[in-house]
């Protein structure tokens, strides 16, 4: 059962990330029909500046996210033996190096992972999961965030962040060219063509105005089968299930975070905000903690 859900999970990250590509793409020709009166030059386009942000946040330092939320390094196992000796047998359970090790002073129990890769990755725990968490869940914990730096998550969500910015940007631009010039040039293009042309670029504009929502709601989807994959990761470091299902049920039972940067929320273990979940689920960045519990057991 965890393998077959393991892989399952994995398939469906590589479905989720297809679907991102392809937004893109479609952004992009969408873009380049109302900008450049082109759907080519609008796809390669997107492409170039997809590929330009994927290298800029793929290099960027993790001591920025850090930073961010307020976390401070443990520089030797001195400083906390007892959280240093988990991480690194974590890690070594895992086979991945070492990662640097933060601890962020909020009385919330949280964590998470962050870094372009397993040799530049970085776990960081909150004072509030240390002091209500015992070892055997603190292992649980841990061991879901080293499944996240094996399984590649941290690059995958700096990818995902990349995109929506790359479609930000696209988006920005093809609203300001319908509004401001290239839209007016296409649209007295199109009185000249016939009905077809007039239905592209209707379309054209719809796919510019909702390709934000869109890419949001696969960022978040994205997001949430990951932390599906880690919950399972998990247990596969640590052969104790019960480890995780104790840490999430107290994680869950706890206040809002104070120190957390909302652009780094989807990298905690749980919605460090405690937002409100929506019904449709759609706009959730975790999964429902119940949910998480339920698989867990069924393991």
Do not use: C
Request: aromatic letters at 8%; charged letters at 20%.
């Amino acid at each position: 059962m965890l393998f077959e859900q393991i892989a399952r999970n994995k398939r469906h990250t590589v479905y989720v990330m297809a679907a991102f590509v392809v937004l893109v793409a479609i952004i992009g020709v969408a873009v380049g029909y109302v900008f450049f009166n082109s759907a080519a030059s609008g796809l390669i386009l997107a492409i170039v500046i997809a590929a330009f942000y994927m290298i800029i946040m793929i290099n960027q330092s993790t001591d920025i996210v850090m930073s961010m939320n307020h976390g401070r390094e443990l520089k030797n196992v001195d400083d906390d033996p007892e959280l240093w000796h988990i991480v690194e047998d974590m890690a070594l359970v895992a086979k991945v190096p070492m990662p640097r090790i933060f601890i962020i002073d909020d009385a919330s129990p949280n964590a998470f992972a962050t870094g372009n890769n397993p040799k530049n990755a970085a776990v960081a725990v909150t004072t509030g999961i240390q002091s209500r968490l015992n070892r055997e869940e603190m292992e649980g914990v841990i061991g879901h965030e080293m499944s996240h730096v094996r399984n590649y998550d941290i690059r995958l969500q700096t990818i995902a962040l990349a995109l929506t910015a790359a479609i930000s940007l696209l988006v920005n631009w093809g609203m300001n060219a319908f509004f401001w010039g290239g839209g007016r040039r296409s649209r007295d293009d199109d009185r000249d063509g016939n009905g077809a042309q007039i239905l592209m670029m209707l379309l054209a504009v719809i796919v510019i105005v909702l390709a934000p929502l869109a890419a949001s709601l696969v960022q978040l989807a994205l997001s949430r089968n990951r932390e599906y994959l880690a919950d399972a990761g998990s247990v596969e470091l640590t052969r104790n299930p019960l480890g995780l299902i104790n840490a999430l049920e107290k994680i869950d039972d706890s206040q809002p975070m104070k120190q957390a940067d909302p652009s780094s929320a989807a990298l905690y273990i749980s919605d460090p905000f405690k937002a409100k979940k929506s019904w449709t689920h759609l706009f959730d960045t975790h999964p429902a903690i119940d949910d998480r519990i339920t698989r867990l057991k069924n393991m």
